[in-house]
């Protein structure tokens, strides 16, 4: 049996979707279709025109008309600094018959992690188990089947603004999606970008795009911390402007022809230009204590503004010892130009959703996890009922 995932990644003035199909019974998955939608009605997850945002949605989706053969699932990825991110826990006493531990207290413990005290202008939109202890063992990794008196679990909990979240909801409701599973894009890169042997030995991810970047630090195997950041690539633009005495439009089409290593003038002015940008992501990290207290030696770049005066930057402004660009370039695909840089959200998207069934641990108000299959409206836009 084969399943469609339909990933949606809103960027800084572009939207891109990524098209995969997963077989249960060969276990592989293969990327059918990917495409980019320009649309400066949106930045990051925030819309700055409903209409325009609509009409850029269906342009979309008519795009993908002729590569969908079946109902897919549809995840979308949340960024933007209106996310916030926070370790938690929580404490259940086990009260099944000869005090095995089932589903249903796992599922209570994860509630009882999430704070009562939550401001009513934010929702949880995400909820990643990190580790469970049982009767003061502490490591467990799946307590179902144990025998045991006391759950307890660490999480590491997404948050975001209730009107930002609603506004993204409205504009896709009024495309067609009105079901969707809602996911922090920075998750999903770290899930399949990040190796397990890094996030023990500890590691930062940066997701780096136009405007807006992400960030993630991992220790010992935990999701210590997580930062949205309002800041991003634009800032290297902006800077080689300024040193060659340039308009920002004639500079942005200077360097999208320009390939590192042709010019060693133009080099160290990227060089610079990269430092800065470096040198304003570390001052962001650094109001991060978990960022102060288990520093990284090592870094994964990931996103349009990940290159390589960027990888060169973060050893040197960071001094991290270790530092790679990340991208999906092992997976199946029809085509070679659907596994780009341009597409890794969108791809490890698709790929988080597949893995975890199309759920997400804990549903909020306005952005539903929802089971897989497509919706009468969007089957309608698609052509497909």
């Known amino acids: 049996m084969s399943q469609n995932f339909l990933a949606l990644d809103f960027g800084s003035g572009q939207i891109t979707a990524a098209l995969t199909v997963y077989d249960d019974d060969t276990g592989t998955c293969r990327v059918r279709h990917a495409a980019v939608e320009t649309c400066q009605s949106v930045s990051a997850c925030y819309v700055l025109d409903f209409d325009k945002t609509v009409r850029a949605l269906n342009r979309l989706f008519t795009q993908l008309n002729e590569y969908i053969s079946f109902t897919p699932t549809v995840v979308v990825g949340l960024r933007g600094d209106f996310l916030s991110f926070r370790r938690s826990g929580g404490f259940h006493p086990v009260q099944s018959p000869h005090q095995l531990i089932t589903d249903k207290d796992v599922r209570a413990v994860l509630d009882k992690s999430i704070p009562p005290n939550l401001p009513q202008t934010l929702e949880v939109v995400d909820l990643l188990p990190q580790s469970y202890t049982v009767d003061g063992k502490t490591g467990v990794q799946n307590p179902v089947g144990l025998a045991g008196n006391c759950l307890e679990a660490e999480t590491f909990i997404s948050l975001g603004l209730s009107?930002?979240?609603?506004?993204?909801?409205?504009?896709?409701?009024?495309?067609?999606?009105?079901?969707?599973?809602?996911?922090?894009?920075?998750?999903?890169?770290?899930?399949?970008?990040?190796?397990?042997?890094?996030?023990?030995?500890?590691?930062?991810?940066?997701?780096?795009?136009?405007?807006?970047?992400?960030?993630?630090?991992?220790?010992?195997?935990?999701?210590?911390?997580?930062?949205?950041?309002?800041?991003?690539?634009?800032?290297?633009?902006?800077?080689?402007?300024?040193?060659?005495?340039?308009?920002?439009?004639?500079?942005?089409?200077?360097?999208?022809?320009?390939?590192?290593?042709?010019?060693?003038?133009?080099?160290?002015?990227?060089?610079?230009?990269?430092?800065?940008?470096?040198?304003?992501?570390?001052?962001?990290?650094?109001?991060?204590?978990?960022?102060?207290?288990?520093?990284?030696?090592?870094?994964?770049?990931?996103?349009?503004?990940?290159?390589?005066?960027?990888?060169?930057?973060?050893?040197?402004?960071?001094?991290?010892?270790?530092?790679?660009?990340?991208?999906?370039?092992?997976?199946?695909?029809?085509?070679?130009?659907?596994?780009?840089p341009a597409y890794t959200s969108a791809l490890s998207l698709a790929l988080y959703s597949q893995k975890h069934g199309g759920q997400t641990a804990v549903p909020s108000a306005s952005l539903r996890s929802k089971a897989a299959g497509l919706f009468d409206r969007v089957l309608a836009k698609l052509g497909l009922n």
């Open 163 to 340: 009107t930002h979240l609603n506004n993204l909801n409205r504009v896709l409701s009024a495309a067609g999606c009105e079901d969707f599973e809602a996911v922090p894009t920075v998750l999903a890169l770290c899930e399949n970008l990040i190796k397990p042997e890094e996030k023990q030995s500890g590691v930062l991810l940066l997701d780096i795009g136009a405007a807006h970047s992400s960030a993630a630090l991992y220790h010992k195997g935990l999701l210590e911390d997580a930062r949205e950041m309002p800041l991003g690539a634009d800032v290297i633009i902006e800077e080689v402007a300024e040193i060659l005495q340039n308009d920002l439009k004639s500079t942005r089409a200077l360097l999208k022809n320009y390939s590192y290593g042709d010019d060693e003038i133009m080099d160290d002015v990227l060089d610079d230009a990269a430092c800065k940008l470096l040198k304003k992501i570390q001052a962001e990290l650094r109001q991060s204590l978990p960022y102060i207290k288990y520093g990284a030696s090592q870094a994964v770049l990931t996103g349009g503004g990940a290159d390589l005066p960027v990888k060169n930057a973060a050893k040197s402004v960071l001094g991290m010892r270790r530092v790679r660009l990340a991208a999906h370039d092992d997976m199946i695909a029809d085509s070679e130009e659907l596994l780009a």
